[in-house]
């Protein structure tokens, strides 16, 4: 259902009360209440991608159960006015925690400072001398916050609360890298486990994030916890993200292609359901404009620092629109992360950030490692992963040209655009992997990858993707990239030594005339291109010339 007014939407808040009473637009997810009291696990854990509404919804379940306020008319005409749950409707003490406003310097104290004002907010009678003392001790170590709390408000007005965390995991992943990881760590560690395992006072807590940090024994005090996470739940499916009949009953409202914002914004999976992106959506709709609304996060500088060559491949063909099927870890070690990140983890970090989808593959998932099929879902995330690749990993310099394409019309400058860019982005970091004498002469799949991760990150992203190691003519092209000023193929050559390039180029550049690479596509002007390599130097020669006229350009 959706209610407000569509001329009016509001992306700067979280607050349900704020959306509802300023008759902002407002897509009616009030049926999270419903699935949050009917499930039985008293701890749960819900993990999401970013930016699907997970502190709207938490503040949504405050705003219902609360005991302190008449929120009834907030609900007037939403799903859970109907549900038989309305009868929990402000009946109880609830105690709302946002993590994602901590710092690491003070995040004691005024984890601290907010238990107490909620105690002194609740309790007006005398309390037992252990709460007395946790509000009066300046020894913020205290980790029985909660449990004091709950017992507190118990003790006062013989009702058992409900405890939400917000973003459990945000200071955690701003600081695995740091010594104030395993701190912060052993703090969340004890403070669940005092408040939440076994509580008499505790009705139910609610913890959400975008990771699911468990091997590190975060949780390993809760045998009462039930996780919901974007690999396995099938109770929240519908509650994060917006669904296809939410985009029907929107598009009473606006007027745009359903099909064209599905390319844009909808693919990330939570339990095999693609969903689409609450924030992107409903940017678009208030701007009715098409463009990338994600922004990076720091997960993208873990993701630079943690990118080797094999990683780098699998990134590329992601970026050339392939499907890869990997293992993924379910849950995300930092520790691993810090000192020798496996694929399961770094790729589990990526899907579970919400950068990449993954769809579980056919077969028996083994102990916390799954099979899954990923992709770049849409155009927005393409466009996102594009500049991440040109910015962080191939470190484009901002005196060059703002494409490799930019100067196609005049091959003379094609090529040395081309090669100076490629020489640029190209760095000794790229090539850390090859040890020794090995460094002399890099293996060509380093240079293909490279060009074509150039070639995926560059131009519109709705171009046709460039194409690699495919059939033509008598052989197989290195890479093909078909435009509308013509089409492009690239062939590479390693070469032994600096004085060979000039030598190797042109070889590149015959073998795609003698292969008769591109001849299916004819009609159509066909750029030829041949590079040879030597560590970070690279020559190039360009023809796009019939194979009888001796017009060829080389660019030292």
């Known amino acids: 259902m959706v209610v407000g007014n569509p001329k009016k939407i509001d992306l700067s808040t979280s607050s349900f009360e704020r959306m509802i009473e300023r008759g902002n637009l407002y897509v009616d997810k009030t049926r999270i209440i419903e699935n949050f ?16 509404g997970k502190s709207l919804n938490m503040d949504t379940i405050r705003c219902f159960l609360t005991d302190k306020v ?9 799903y859970i006015e109907q549900s038989h749950v309305w009868k929990y409707v402000n009946s109880s003490p609830v105690f709302y925690f946002n993590f994602k406003g901590l710092n690491v310097k003070t995040y004691r104290e005024r984890v601290h400072r907010m238990i107490r004002l909620y105690i002194e907010n609740y309790c007006q009678t005398s309390i037992n001398k252990n709460v007395e003392q946790y509000l009066s001790s300046k020894n913020f170590d205290d980790t029985d916050g909660f449990y004091y709390l709950t017992e507190a408000v118990y003790e006062t007005t013989g009702k058992r609360s ?14 695995y890298k740091t010594d104030k990881y395993e701190e912060i760590r052993q703090y969340e560690t004890l403070l669940f486990s005092a408040g939440f395992k076994d509580n008499p006072y505790l009705e139910k807590a609610l913890i959400t994030g975008v990771m699911r ?7 390993s005090g809760l045998n009462n916890i039930k996780v919901f996470d974007i690999f396995s739940d099938r109770t929240y499916t519908d509650n994060y993200g917006l669904t296809e009949e939410e985009i029907d009953e929107l598009q009473e409202f606006f007027d745009f292609d359903k099909a064209t914002l599905k ?6 999976m939570v339990n095999g359901k693609p969903i689409y992106n609450t924030y992107s959506t409903m940017s678009f709709l208030d701007e009715n404009k098409y463009k990338c609304f994600w922004a990076m996060s720091g997960i993208m500088d873990t993701i630079a620092e943690l990118i080797n060559e094999n990683r780098r491949k699998i990134l590329t063909k992601l970026l050339n629109g392939e499907k890869i099927c990997m293992s993924i870890e379910e849950r995300i070690s930092l520790m691993d992360l810090l000192h020798e990140a496996g694929d399961e983890d770094f ?7 919400g950068y990449l989808s993954a769809e579980q593959a056919a077969g028996e998932t083994v102990s916390e490692t799954i099979r899954a099929i990923m992709s770049i879902p849409n155009i927005e995330l393409m466009l996102a992963w594009k500049h991440f690749i040109l910015k962080r990993v191939f470190r484009v310099s ?49 240079y293909h990858v490279f060009l074509l991760g150039l070639l995926c990150a560059d131009g519109n992203t709705q171009q046709k993707y460039p194409l690699s190691n495919r059939e033509s003519g008598d052989g197989r092209f290195d890479i093909f990239i078909e435009r509308a000023d013509g089409n492009f193929i690239f062939e590479l050559k390693s070469s032994e030594k600096a004085d060979n390039l000039e030598k190797d180029a042109l070889s590149a550049l015959e073998q795609i005339t003698a292969k008769r690479y591109g001849a299916e596509n004819s009609t159509k002007r066909l750029v030829k291109v041949g590079i040879a390599f030597v560590g970070k130097n690279c020559k190039i020669s360009c023809d796009d010339k019939p194979a009888n006229l001796p017009s060829i350009t080389t660019i030292a």
Do not use: C
Request: charged letters at 30%; zero cysteines; a negative charge.
């Open 37 to 52: 009291i009917e499930e039985a696990s008293s701890v749960q854990l819900i993990t999401r991608q970013r930016r699907l």
């Open 70 to 78: 008449d929120n009834r008319h907030l609900f007037k005409g939403l």
């Open 162 to 175: 409900y405890l939400l965390i917000d973003e459990y995991d945000k200071m955690l992943m701003d600081n």
């Open 213 to 219: 940090i468990s091997r590190e024994s975060l949780f």
């Open 263 to 268: 390319t844009w914004y909808n693919g990330i």
């Open 347 to 353: 790729y589990s970090l990526i899907v579970q950030a």
């Open 398 to 446: 901002s005196s060059h040209v703002r494409s490799v394409f930019e100067n196609s019309d005049n091959l003379p400058l094609f090529a040395k655009d081309l090669e100076r860019i490629i020489t640029d982005r190209l760095s000794h970091h790229d090539l850390g992997s090859l040890k020794g004498e090995d460094r002399k002469k890099v293996p060509e799949i380093l």
